[in-house]
């Protein structure tokens, strides 16, 4: 064999035993573990909705007016001055004098208890008290003040027979003629005021919706 065979014979042996080695001694690279590129993202639901409230207004939560309860003889006058010095909280329009509910009461003195039973053994009526310092104040039937034995009753404990003045008031939108309401406690707190002035014996409220009968 001549010697240029030798040498390529040689090297074929020695590249033969370079890969068998390289094969043997290689490191394995594990390549199973995987990588989580993307970014985490907050699935939870996000209500961006604002809230309505879709209920239907209650008509007893919105007052329109007011009827008022003076004693007798309190003038129009007396009345926008009295009013004047409470917080109204709206504008409003006065119609004064209206007598349209109870008009008539007598005012007996808490000593006369016994005068009171006199006249309601008299006369069949559902009166309805309020008790006002050391008096009471007793609502009469308009029926009542026909009977002659009424008045002569009330004549002989000296009893006089008073009216109410009623006043409407209606509050406004603005300065305009235009009717509104104020909400009910609110409402509720003014009555409150009201009530404590010597003046005023009962508040009623008339609401926004029909009927517009006042009550409390």
């Given at each position: 064999?001549?010697?240029?065979?030798?040498?390529?014979?040689?090297?074929?042996?020695?590249?033969?035993?370079?890969?068998?080695?390289?094969?043997?001694?290689?490191?394995?690279?594990?390549?199973?573990?995987?990588?989580?590129?993307?970014?985490?993202?907050?699935?939870?639901?996000?209500n961006t909705s604002t809230p309505v409230n879709t209920s239907t207004p209650d008509p007893e939560s919105q007052v329109a007016g007011m009827a008022i309860q003076f004693k007798n003889g309190t003038s129009e006058s007396e009345i926008k001055a009295i009013l004047q010095n409470y917080n109204m909280t709206r504008n409003y329009r006065i119609t004064y004098d209206t007598n349209s509910m109870d008009k008539?009461?007598?005012?007996?003195?808490?000593?006369?208890?016994?005068?009171?039973?006199?006249?309601?053994?008299?006369?069949?009526w559902n009166a309805s008290t309020i008790i006002r310092g050391n008096y009471y104040i007793i609502k009469v039937p308009e029926k009542a003040i026909y009977y002659k034995s009424f008045l002569e009753t009330l004549d002989k404990h000296d009893i006089q027979l008073k009216k109410f003045v009623w006043c409407d008031i209606r509050f406004l939108y603005s300065d305009g003629p235009l009717t509104y309401w104020i909400p009910k406690e609110e409402a509720i707190r003014i009555k409150s005021e009201l009530e404590q002035n010597e003046n005023i014996f009962t508040v009623q409220f008339y609401y926004l919706y029909p009927p517009c009968n006042p009550t409390t």
């Open positions: 064999m001549s010697k240029i065979k030798k040498e390529i014979v040689s090297f074929i042996v020695l590249l033969s035993l370079l890969v068998l080695w390289a094969l043997f001694t290689q490191f394995p690279v594990n390549t199973s573990t995987p990588v989580n590129m993307s970014t985490p993202v907050n699935t939870t639901q996000v008539y009461y007598i005012m007996v003195d808490k000593d006369k208890i016994t005068a009171v039973k006199e006249i309601e053994n008299m006369v069949t």
